[in-house]
């Protein structure tokens, strides 16, 4: 049977990708760090669609052995993918001095590392893929002072699934998603709040992007940035010179900070 991938099902987003697409009738493998979390979600995901397949496998994605684990459990349970939804991220928010190593190095792994090395690793095993949709972020549209690794590795996962898109062309669909503002977790529905109108404008649903990505990978549209007022900002982005932007940057994100959990 062709599967759905989704990482990060257990967050925000992803649950919302979990539930579209189990109305949508696909049997879905889901991945997050808690396998309770997952247990609940697949109890919930099969009431929402009786006649879908769940699997629900969680995983450490920063480890390259939990990671191999996921894959075998995967082939045990003889799942092949024709869609991934890379969702799983963290953001962590302050000056990058303040870091520990072992947090630099974690968000690395999560955005960049993991997403990538399982992109490669679904690829390799030939099985009928079709979509590959990565969750990045308009914050890798600029470098962003006191944001700057977050930063780096939304926009690296951009460049990278752009790149990858056209050595897949006429085989895979693969689309690329900027979402602005969402409001998943507590501390992000606050930070939105504090943003007053910029953060109003600017915020969309869970469901809206997770609706708008599956639609846009199946027109085969290359970047996603999910509501009007995020695509005019991304415009303003391009158009303003970097050192402004980023003095208005770094003005702005100094203020708060912010750990990956
Ligand atoms: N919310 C926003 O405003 C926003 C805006 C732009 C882009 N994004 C991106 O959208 C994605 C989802 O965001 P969200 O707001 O839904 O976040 P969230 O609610 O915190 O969900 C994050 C998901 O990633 C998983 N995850 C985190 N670290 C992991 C690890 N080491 N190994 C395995 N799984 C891990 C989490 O698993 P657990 O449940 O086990 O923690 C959870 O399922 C992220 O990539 C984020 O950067 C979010």
Redo the contacts with the bound molecule.
Sequence with gaps: MAYTFI????????KAFARLCAEKGYDLFIT???QE?LDALKKELLSLNRSIAVEAVA????DEQDRERLLAAADAADVKFERVIH?????IQKAFEEYTKEKVIFQIR?NVEATISLTHALLKRGAPMKEIVT?S???GVTPMPYFALYSATKGALTSFFTSLRLELKGRVKVTTVL????P??PD?VKDIENQGLWGKLSAKS?EYVAKKSLKAVQRNKAILIPGFFNRFLYFVMKITPRAISMRFIARRWKKQTKDA?
């Design positions: 990482s990060g099902a257990t967050g925000g987003i992803g997050g760090r808690s979390k995983c450490q994605l920063t969702v799983a991220g963290v953001d999560v969750i972020s308009m914050s979402p602005g503002g969402v998943t977790r992000i869970p959990f």
